[in-house]
T-cell receptor
Framework: GAVVSQHPSRVICKSGTSVKIECRSL??????MFWYRQFPKQSLMLMAT?????????EQGVEKDKFLINHASLTLSTLTVTSAHPEDSSFYIC????????????FGPGTRLTVL | GQNIDQPTEMTATEGAIVQINCTYQ??????LFWYQQHAGEAPTFLSY??LDGLEEKGRFSSFLSRSKGYSYLLLKELQMKDSASYLC??????????WGAGTKLIIKP
């Protein structure tokens, strides 16, 4: 149990376009979902925390107008990278928690974004 | 401020034992997690400690001392597939995870 999926796993796009990444909890209702970014050889950096039906809470330095997060249901959150630039190329990972998981985060497999 | 420290890289021999240390400073504390991350993949959960002491799970064990702000991950009977990064993360008073930079473990035959 406690499986989280992400789609797509890899995406290559041109500079200036927008990319949407989906994160789904497959067998549980996620009270909270997290979006992380990870640059090569670096640790996970929390971008934002989202709760179903409310606005996401963004970490300092993360542009909310550039990284749009929509948490429309208890099983789906989306991250849209708007007007992507090469410096946005990174590994994006989502995670989810549910009330009884004693705050253990279950991670999706990640999405590798490459902006040309 | 909140801070997690762990060694950047460690090397060990197949079949041996290795201990990866982690020290933390957080605003409040709701537990310490260890995750394993292979290159290009998402982290996978290894262990969770919230009380002092040693938790053993197969070849992996994790220890916590809350008074010292210290944890370690012990890996026994190392296998080549254990080559990965090991991430230490502390849960603060808001249940947010504060991540260490990860320890890259290199296993040699």
């Amino acid at each position: 149990g406690a499986v989280v999926s992400q789609h797509p796993s890899r995406v290559i796009c041109k500079s200036g376009t927008s990319v949407k990444i989906e994160c789904r909890s497959l067998d549980f209702q996620a009270t909270t979902m997290f979006w992380y970014r990870q640059f090569p050889k670096q640790s996970l950096m929390l971008m934002a925390t989202s709760n179903e039906g409310s606005k996401a809470t963004y970490e300092q330095g993360v542009e909310k107008d550039k990284f749009l997060i929509n948490h429309a249901s208890l099983t789906l959150s989306t991250l849209t990278v708007t007007s992507a630039h090469p410096e946005d190329s990174s590994f994006y990972i989502c995670s989810a928690i549910w009330e009884s998981s004693y705050n253990e985060q279950f991670f999706g497999p990640g999405t590798r974004l490459t902006v040309l | 401020g909140q801070n997690i420290d762990q060694p950047t890289e460690m090397t060990a021999t197949e079949g041996a034992i290795v201990q990866i240390n982690c020290t933390y400073q957080t605003s409040g504390f709701n537990g310490l997690f260890w995750y394993q991350q292979h290159a290009g993949e998402a982290p996978t959960f290894l262990s969770y400690n919230v009380l002092d002491g040693l938790e053993e799970k197969g070849r992996f064990s994790s220890f916590l001392s809350r008074s010292k702000g210290y944890s370690y991950l012990l890996l026994k009977e190392l296998q080549m597939k254990d080559s990965a990064s090991y991430l230490c993360a502390a849960s603060d008073s808001n249940y947010q995870l504060i991540w260490g930079a990860g320890t890259k473990l290199i296993i040699k035959p």
